[in-house]
T-cell receptor
Framework: DTAVSQTPKYLVTQMGNDKSIKCEQNLGHDTMYWYKQDSKKFLKIMFSYNNKELIINETVPNRFSPKSPDKAHLNLHINSLELGDSAVYFC????????????FGPGTRLTVT | GNSVTQMEGPVTLSEEAFLTINCTYTATGYPSLFWYVQYPGEGLQLLLKATKADDKGSNKGFEATYRKETTSFHLEKGSVQVSDSAVYFCALRGTSGGGADGLTFGKGTHLIIQP
């Protein structure tokens, strides 16, 4: 059984386009996240949601807009894509609380040309 | 703010060698500490965790002890295998986000085990 899934796995698009990445978890968690991994493999938190409410927004450009229709889903929409947006985007989920580990999806490799 | 510093690789070892990957952190309060592993083309998998001082996390032969006095969480394994080749990330989870804090990661250590 897949715990945290993301679609698509690969996304190739041109500058200026708008794209979305979907994430779903079947672990019963109440908190979900988006991370960005750059070409040097550095991982940085972008957003966190708890019970469908935005909790953390880490100085991400307004072109990135997360949306959580329910506790099991957290989607990421990106407007006006730029070359610098090329990266691997990971969704994760956990229970609320600092002691709980986060479970990661397989990642979406976004390439902007 | 929170930060994690870990030794950068690549680290190349022979099979059955002893492994240590150093990790130190800076954080307010009492964070939880984690090691994650990433195999090529895959997402991150939790390797082990510790949630309070002097806790030892262990899994698959890997161990790390939460040392508050030295703010460290070094990863060790007594005898590595070729299958351990991967990128290892040290991470912490703080306490300021109402329980919804993201993880703060180190830059990752690429481990290469040669047969």
């Amino acid at each position: 059984d897949t715990a945290v899934s993301q679609t698509p796995k690969y996304l190739v698009t041109q500058m200026g386009n708008d794209k979305s990445i979907k994430c779903e978890q079947n672990l019963g968690h109440d908190t979900m996240y988006w991370y960005k991994q750059d070409s040097k493999k550095f991982l940085k938190i972008m957003f966190s949601y708890n019970n469908k409410e935005l909790i953390i927004n880490e100085t991400v450009p307004n072109r990135f807009s997360p949306k959580s229709p329910d506790k099991a889903h957290l989607n990421l929409h990106i407007n006006s894509l730029e070359l610098g947006d090329s990266a691997v985007y990971f969704c994760a989920s956990s229970l609320q609380g600092w002691a709980y580990e986060q479970y990661f999806g397989p990642g979406t490799r976004l390439t902007v040309t | 703010g929170n930060s994690v510093t870990q030794m950068e690789g690549p680290v190349t070892l022979s099979e059955e060698a002893f492994l240590t990957i150093n990790c130190t952190y800076t954080a307010t309060g009492y964070p939880s500490l984690f090691w994650y592993v990433q195999y090529p083309g895959e997402g991150l998998q939790l390797l082990l965790k510790a949630t309070k001082a002097d806790d030892k996390g262990s899994n698959k032969g890997f161990e790390a002890t939460y040392r508050k006095e030295t703010t460290s969480f070094h990863l060790e394994k007594g005898s590595v295998q070729v299958s351990d080749s991967a990128v290892y990330f040290c991470a912490l989870r703080g306490t300021s986000g109402g329980g919804a804090d993201g993880l703060t990661f180190g830059k990752g250590t690429h481990l290469i085990i040669q047969p």
